[in-house]
Structures are given as structure tokens and as C-alpha cells.
């Protein structure tokens, strides 16, 4: 049930490596070519010690389990109704090629909108790397339409 | 990237950034997205998924837009400066669509100690159709 006895719900950690190929791939879809990012000898001698993330490349690595749905299967949540309404990102460290980081998400609120036809979700999920260094702090918020809802008009999009 | 920090004192208020103009929205972009994100949503990749969803069509991934913002903001400032930054998706990204990212400096503070440059920045479609807002705080140095 999508209501406010969620709120403070935990789920188990789970962990992802950044991988340097997976770096560049995602580099080339963003239309990244500068060499932080893209070469690892450029990124050297620019002074960083691998390739390193894009500022979102963390937030988007925590989608890298088998099934990065099944969270909102369990509390029965359509796919097909959920948007994307705001993403907040707090960086504390750098993140590079290599390294293996932690995510750890719970749900931070719940809020009924528009007489309850739209559900805001908010998950905020701690972000370290592999010696425990906190590197960052993401604060996602997901539009769920209520199954009444107009499919046609979404109120926010992702 | 700039490797050298922004100036704190060279920096004023209503200052724009450079903006980044992206070229117009493919699906190979986000199906390339897809698989380098880990974001398999088939909203963003599957034309029949998104219609059985009532979507004309699939439509990009808010999270490639919020890195088109992260793009803006690094080649103005070094990556290792930016603090916080936050966006609202509050339109979709249509396939074809010629993105623009832009950013100004809306205002100058300090926090704990560290002087910080508040910017608002935002994508729009080439008719000026606002997709993304959003504001960054980025750490600047003294001198």
C-alpha cells in the first residue's frame, strides 16, 4: 500500500563496481568527450587517478541490480504509472573507475497530491565507495499516478 | 574542465554560463542511455510498451537531461566543486527534440566557511519549452 506507514522503510544494501568501459559507454550516450572522462591517461594527467564519473554516473549505478524495479512491484506499484519528478544530488567525494560503491536507499516520505490521484515518492539513498568514504547523497523523487488517473495527461514526466 | 576553481569575486550575480546545445534527440541516444545507466525502463526504449502505457512514444530519460545539466556545469567549473544540485523534471524530452542547457548565477553566499556560488539552470526544446529546472550550489575559491 503506497501510504505513510512506508515512510523510514529500509531496503538491503546493495553493491556495484564502476567499471571503466561502462564509464565510456556512458560518456559516449551523454555526449561526454573530454578526457576526465573518456581516456584514462588523460584523466591521469589531469590529476585524477582513473576515468572519472559524471556527476549523475552514481545515481544512475544504483539501477545495476537484476531487477531495479522489483522495489516498487512490492509495494505494488505499476511501472507504466510512475514518473520521475525531481532528483537531488549531494557530492561529498569524487567518484572514479575502479572503485565499488554501496548503496544504501530508504523511504523518506510519502505525500498525497491533487485528492490523491498523484503519490509523491521519496527515496533517499546513501552513496559509499569501498574504504567507507561517504561519497554521496541522492534524494529521488517518483510521481505515482493513482490507476484512476487520465494515462494521457501526466503531471510530470521523466 | 576548468581545472582551476571558479573566483568568487569575479563572479556576480546575473552572470550566464556558456550554454550547451545538444543535437536533436535520437533513439540510439537512449537506447545507449539505457544500457549505460542501467535505467532499462522500457518507457524510454520500447514504442510498444510506451503506447500500451497511453504515451504516443517513448521519451527520454529524465536522468540523461540532469547529466546534460552536469556537462553545463563542469565545463564552467572543475566537477570536484560542485556541492548540491537538484532538478524538477516538469515536461517530457521528445525524440527529435534540439535541447538547449542553460544556466545563470542567481546568487553568492557562504556556508560553514566556504564561499558559494548559487546558480539556476534549466534545459528547454528550441521553441523555448522548459523540460528541466534545477539550481546547483558550486564552491568557489577566494582568490
Redesign the interface.
Known amino acids: 500500500m503506497l501510504d505513510e506507514s512506508l515512510i523510514g522503510r529500509s531496503f538491503p544494501p546493495h553493491s556495484a563496481d564502476v567499471e571503466a568501459g561502462r564509464l565510456r559507454l556512458f560518456a559516449k550516450a551523454i555526449g561526454e568527450t573530454r578526457p576526465e572522462y573518456c581516456d584514462e591517461a588523460g584523466a591521469r594527467s589531469a590529476g585524477h587517478r582513473s576515468l572519472l564519473a559524471p556527476p549523475t554516473f552514481a545515481t544512475c549505478l544504483y539501477m545495476d541490480v537484476p531487477d531495479p524495479f522489483a522495489w516498487l512491484l512490492d509495494l505494488s506499484i505499476d511501472l507504466a504509472r510512475v514518473l520521475h519528478g525531481a532528483q537531488e544530488i549531494r557530492h561529498f567525494a569524487p567518484v572514479y573507475a575502479g572503485d565499488r560503491l554501496t548503496f544504501s536507499p530508504r523511504i523518506a516520505d510519502v505525500v498525497h497530491k491533487k485528492r490523491g490521484t498523484l503519490t509523491l515518492l521519496v527515496k533517499e539513498t546513501e552513496v559509499t565507495n569501498q574504504e567507507g568514504v561517504h561519497v554521496a547523497a541522492v534524494r529521488t523523487t517518483l510521481v505515482v499516478r493513482a490507476a484512476q488517473a487520465n494515462d494521457a495527461t501526466p503531471a510530470a514526466a521523466d | 574542465?576548468p581545472?582551476m576553481s571558479l573566483v568568487y569575486d569575479a563572479v556576480n550575480v546575473g552572470d550566464a554560463l556558456p550554454p550547451l546545445t545538444?543535437?536533436p534527440l535520437t533513439r540510439t541516444?537512449l537506447a545507449?542511455?539505457a544500457?549505460?545507466?542501467?535505467?532499462?525502463?522500457p518507457?524510454?526504449i520500447d514504442i510498444d510498451?510506451a503506447r500500451?502505457?497511453?504515451?504516443p512514444d517513448v521519451?527520454a530519460?529524465?536522468?540523461?537531461s540532469?547529466?546534460?545539466l552536469?556537462?553545463l556545469?563542469?565545463e564552467w567549473a572543475p566537477?570536484?566543486d560542485?556541492?548540491?544540485?537538484?532538478?524538477?523534471?516538469?515536461?517530457?524530452?521528445h525524440v527529435g527534440e534540439r535541447i538547449v542547457c542553460t544556466g545563470r548565477v542567481t546568487e553568492k553566499l557562504e556556508r560553514d566557511g566556504e564561499p558559494l556560488i548559487r546558480v539556476a539552470v534549466a534545459t528547454a526544446n528550441e521553441a523555448g519549452a522548459v523540460?528541466l529546472t534545477g539550481e546547483a550550489l558550486i564552491a568557489a575559491a577566494r582568490r
Open positions: 574542465m581545472s545538444l543535437p541516444t545507449l542511455y544500457g549505460a545507466s542501467g535505467d532499462h525502463n518507457m524510454h510498451f500500451a502505457a497511453g504515451m521519451f530519460h529524465g536522468m540523461l540532469m547529466a546534460w552536469g556537462r556545469l563542469t566537477q570536484r560542485l556541492r548540491e544540485w537538484s532538478v524538477r523534471f516538469s515536461a517530457i524530452t523540460k
